[in-house]
């Protein structure tokens, strides 16, 4: 199994950094872990809906060309699909038993991430209506997957 990761931005903190690297690690008994950044658009207070959707196709042109061509595609965005941990561990173990083995996860920028993304997606999944920071939000999704991965090999992980 293969999960790539596809961020806009980078992480700047070195405490984000060292958790990202932990769950890599923690997942290498389970997965092919990658995680690829693109530059992100600068993106003052108080621009206009049609700057910002000029800032989204921007980012999203730099995420479209790191896509693996037979990839499962989801797009993290707050307005998607809610799953329990439970559900996102069947979820990939059917979509594994199905043949699909390369996952693809896209965490837009500050912005989010364009309309032409979230309708090319498999699956568009929201961890919450809240809002994250991009760094904290990798974190999370790296831990989502270990602990999926634990579920499906029926290996003890803290509820």
């Known amino acids: 199994m293969h999960f790539a990761i596809l961020a806009v931005g980078k992480i700047k903190e070195q405490y984000f950094q060292r958790?990202?690297?932990?769950?890599?690690?923690?997942?290498?008994?389970?997965?092919?872990?990658?995680?690829?950044?693109?530059?992100d658009e600068k993106t003052p207070d108080g621009k206009a809906e049609a700057e910002a959707a000029a800032v989204r196709e921007r980012e999203a042109r730099r995420l479209?060309?790191?896509?693996?061509?037979?990839?499962?595609?989801v797009a993290l965005d707050r307005r998607g699909r809610q799953l329990t941990s439970p559900e996102?561990?069947?979820?990939l173990d059917r979509l594994?038993?199905?043949?699909?083995?390369?996952?693809?996860?896209?965490?837009?920028g500050s912005l989010g991430l364009a309309p032409l993304l979230l309708e090319k997606a498999d699956l568009v999944l929201s961890f919450s209506e809240l809002?994250?920071?991009?760094?904290?939000?990798?974190?999370?999704?790296?831990?989502?997957?270990?602990?999926?991965?634990?579920?499906?090999?029926?290996?003890?992980?803290?509820?």
Do not use: W
């Not at 479209?64 to 595609?73: F, G």
């Open 64 to 73: 479209e060309t790191l896509l693996h061509p037979q990839t499962y595609l």
């Open 88 to 91: 996102l561990a069947a979820l």
């Open 96 to 108: 594994a038993t199905e043949g699909k083995s390369h996952f693809t996860f896209l965490i837009g």
């Open 131 to 159: 809002t994250f920071p991009h760094q904290l939000f990798r974190v999370m999704l790296l831990e989502q997957l270990y602990r999926a991965c634990k579920i499906n090999r029926g290996e003890p992980y803290h509820k």
């Open 19 to 39: 958790a990202v690297d932990e769950y890599i690690k923690r997942l290498r008994p389970y997965a092919r872990v990658t995680v690829r950044e693109v530059k």
